[in-house]
């Protein structure tokens, strides 16, 4: 994310990554056991002093992991993290800690991070002496203060988090970090584990606090609505990867990544000017074990590029690849009932005609070379020869899509997309303006 203003950032990303093991103990790590989970991919983003980045993406896409590794509570696997110019990742434990006062944490659920031994005072408290931030005989009076920072009361301070709301809970958890005087917060899903009545009072809180403060925010939340009012910059995450960064105006009025796209489309309460139709995602964010090849969104994207070789409308296409998506989870053993999703088709045989049914393919595709083609792969279906069809489809339905993966780079709208369609090496210039034509078709 390095388009703006052209100062120098408080933080930068570049290349960064952060992969899991699934293996389970030492021994298992040893004998190489165990899969690999890429849950942050390579992700370059900059943050600068006073801003807000809203970091966004479904359930599962490594928004908490990039913003763990960011402040240090993850050590990443690749790449690196500067903050002010110099590189987290090789410091010792000393500057580390220094850093790390300058960088805080505001965690999703305050009742997890806060200790329930400690009172609220006791809890501020360890923050400001961990970091040596006041001298003792300062701290109680620098603890009420930060509890008047975050609205809360003096008599607060006596009190154990069980004994809070959930919203005196996150004001607690916000006090804290604020303890520390930092200059980088990263609030990761402040509000969402609280009532929708004091969502509004958290989110217009870390407001003034930014105001009053200088402070610079990443903002991570699946909701687009928060971002929409408090983010200056938006980077929209997907398995690991940032797949469309720029200003909030920029994106909110032209995304140009068929994923933020459908993000934007299925916010509840869109602006009465929306005049687009809610875009349904097929399935879930894929495993991060098994990254889908090229574009990472490609199983998914409505917008999928069809074969060159064809001339076939996109919902064509994609209808055939979600086919050719789900052939290749079922199993053997399954029977080829599986391939018909809805009980009440499992009365028929299971025929070509059935399976395209099933699968919203048109009975006849508008390409006749790829309607034979597809004929040809579901009656090998049919007769069960199950691994012969995904053969034959993948060789005749392969998408561009699939084979390179696309870089974050400026779009038709300027900001960085990380998108084929309007890369011309995939797609010749009338898909181009059509695929131009129906980004813009849902703008606000
Ligand atoms: N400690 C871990 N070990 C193995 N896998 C993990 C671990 N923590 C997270 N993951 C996996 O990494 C991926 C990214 O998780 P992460 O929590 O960073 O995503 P997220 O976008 O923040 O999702 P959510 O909003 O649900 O927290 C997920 O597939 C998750 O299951």
């Known amino acids: 994310m390095t388009e703006g203003n052209g100062h120098e950032p408080l933080l930068r990303a ?117 970091h040596d931030i006041v001298p003792a005989d300062r701290r109680t009076e620098r603890v009420r203060e930060l509890l008047e920072t975050v609205d809360l009361h003096a008599h607060h301070a006596t009190r154990y988090p069980h004994e809070l709301s959930g919203g005196q ?76 960064t720029g200003t909030t105006a920029e994106v909110f009025a032209e995304p140009s990544h068929p994923y933020t796209e459908a993000l934007l489309s299925a916010i509840p309460e869109p602006d009465p000017c929306w005049d687009g139709d809610r875009i349904v995602l097929e399935g879930t964010v894929p495993s991060p074990i098994d990254i889908p090849a090229g574009c990472r969104f490609h199983p998914r994207c409505p917008n999928v590029i069809p074969p060159a070789e064809y001339d076939l409308a996109v919902d064509e296409f994609r209808a055939v690849l979600s086919l050719r998506t789900r052939l290749s989870e079922i199993d053997a053993d399954a029977g080829l009932e599986a391939l018909l999703p809805h009980a009440d088709d499992r009365a028929v045989a299971v025929d070509p005609a059935a399976i395209r049914d099933a699968h919203d393919i048109p009975r006849r595709l508008s390409d006749p ?54 890369d011309d090496r995939f797609v010749d210039d009338t898909d181009t303006d059509a695929a131009t034509e129906s980004v813009g078709s849902t703008d606000k």
């Not at 916000?174 to 929708?196: H, M, N, Y």
């Not at 200056?232 to 990867?241: H, I, K, N, P, T």
């Not at 579901?378 to 084979?403: H, I, M, N, Q, Y």
């Open 369 to 422: 070379d790829a309607d034979a083609d597809l004929e040809d792969a579901l009656e090998t279906v049919a007769a069960g020869d199950l691994s012969s069809a995904r053969k034959l489809l993948a060789s005749a339905f392969e998408t561009p899509c699939e084979t390179t993966e696309p870089a974050l780079e400026p779009g038709p709208a300027t900001h960085p997309i990380a998108c084929h369609r309007f």
């Open 14 to 130: 570049e290349g960064l990554a952060t992969h899991y093991t699934t293996a389970d103990g030492v021994l298992d790590r040893l004998l190489g056991r165990g899969e690999t989970v890429r849950a942050v991919d390579g992700v370059d983003l900059e943050i600068r002093a006073g801003e807000t980045v809203g970091l966004v993406g479904e359930s599962g896409c490594g928004k908490t992991t990039l913003g763990r590794t960011l402040v240090g509570l993850r050590e990443p696997t690749a790449g690196s993290v500067t903050y002010r110019g110099t590189e987290l990742t090789v410091c010792d434990r000393a500057e580390l800690r220094e850093l790390r006062s300058e960088i805080q944490y505001v965690f999703q659920d305050p009742l997890a991070s806060l200790n329930p031994q400690l009172t609220v005072a006791e809890s501020i408290g360890e923050a400001l002496s961990v």
């Open 169 to 244: 809970r996150q004001r607690v958890g916000i006090a804290r970090a604020l303890a520390v005087e930092p200059d980088l917060i990263v609030c990761d899903e402040p509000v969402s584990a609280l009532d929708v009545s004091v969502q509004a009072e958290i989110l217009n809180l870390l407001s003034d606090l930014q105001d009053r403060f200088g402070l610079a925010y990443l903002l991570i939340t699946h909701d687009l609505s928060v971002v929409e009012h408090l983010a200056d910059r938006v980077a929209v995450m997907y398995l690991g990867r940032l797949v469309e």
